[in-house]
C-alpha cells in the first residue's frame, strides 16, 4: 500500500535554530516527490519536487533532499516568517495523476 | 493573476441535501484533482480529471461526483452529504505530472 509519513507531527523552534523534517513513503516506484507549504485558512503553496535518489533543490532558508526511502526538508536558521505547516506528497509511477500525502509538520518558530 | 478559485469557501448544509462546490482555473491546466483535508489524515485525493470528459477515482470517491465539461471548471458533487462528509475541500490543477496550484479552501459542516 502506497502510503507517507512525516514526521515530527510538530516542531518548535527558536529563531535561527536549524533543523529537518523527515517524510519517509513506501510506494511502487516513485515518480516525484513534492514538497508544500501551507499557512492557516490557505492552500497548499508548491516549493519544491525532487525525483531521483540524490537530488537536492535549494530555496532560500529550505533545502529538500530525496534518497530512495525519505526526504528530508532542512531548515537553515528559520525566522518566525517559515511557520507554517510542511506537507510531502508522492506521486506514483505507475500512474502520475495519483497523489498521496503525508499529514504534515507544524512547524512553529519563536523570535 | 493565476490561480484557482472555489466557491463556496464556507458551507453549512444539513444531511441529504444536494450541493455542488465549483472549482475553476485561468492557466489552461489540462489536470485537475479535489481533496479533502481532516485533521491527522493529511490531503486525501477524491477525484481527478486529465482532460476534458475524462475523469477518474482517487482514494475516497465514495460519496462524490464530478463532471468536466470545461477545461478550466472541474465542480464537485454532493448528492446527498452526509456528517462523515463535514472536512476542509481543495481544489488543485496542474500541467500533467507537475506540481500542483490549490484554491483556497471550501470549509463544509454537514449537520
Known amino acids: 500500500e502506497d502510503q507517507v509519513t512525516q514526521s515530527p507531527e510538530a516542531l518548535r523552534l527558536q529563531e535561527g535554530e536549524s533543523s529537518s523534517l523527515n517524510c519517509s513513503y513506501t510506494?511502487?516506484?516513485?515518480?516525484?516527490l513534492f514538497w508544500y507549504r501551507q499557512d492557516p485558512g490557505k492552500g497548499p503553496e508548491f516549493l519544491f519536487t525532487l525525483y531521483s535518489a540524490g537530488e537536492e533543490k535549494e530555496k532560500e532558508r529550505l533545502k529538500a533532499t530525496l534518497t530512495k526511502k525519505e526526504s528530508f526538508l532542512h531548515i537553515t536558521a528559520p525566522k518566525p516568517e517559515d511557520s507554517a505547516t510542511y506537507l510531502c506528497?508522492?506521486?506514483?509511477?505507475?500512474?502520475?495523476?495519483?497523489?498521496?500525502f503525508g499529514s504534515g509538520t507544524k512547524l512553529n518558530v519563536k523570535p | 493573476e493565476a490561480q484557482v478559485t472555489q466557491n463556496p469557501r464556507y458551507l453549512i448544509t444539513v444531511t441529504g441535501k444536494k450541493l455542488t462546490v465549483t472549482c475553476s482555473q485561468n492557466m489552461n491546466h489540462e489536470y485537475m484533482s479535489w481533496y479533502r483535508q481532516d485533521p491527522g489524515l493529511g490531503l486525501r485525493q477524491i477525484y481527478y480529471?486529465?482532460?476534458?470528459?475524462?475523469?477518474d477515482k482517487g482514494d475516497v470517491p465514495e460519496g462524490y461526483k464530478v463532471s468536466r465539461k470545461e477545461k478550466r471548471n472541474f465542480p464537485l458533487i454532493l448528492e446527498s452529504p452526509s456528517p462523515n462528509q463535514t472536512s476542509l475541500y481543495f481544489c488543485?490543477?496542474?500541467?500533467?505530472?507537475?506540481?500542483?496550484?490549490f484554491g483556497p479552501g471550501t470549509r463544509l459542516t454537514v449537520l
Open positions: 510506494v511502487s516506484g516513485l515518480r516525484g
Open positions: 506528497a508522492v506521486q506514483a509511477a505507475y500512474n502520475f495523476n495519483k497523489f498521496y
Open positions: 480529471s486529465m482532460n476534458v470528459e475524462v475523469t
Open positions: 488543485a490543477s496542474s500541467l500533467a505530472g507537475r506540481e500542483q496550484f
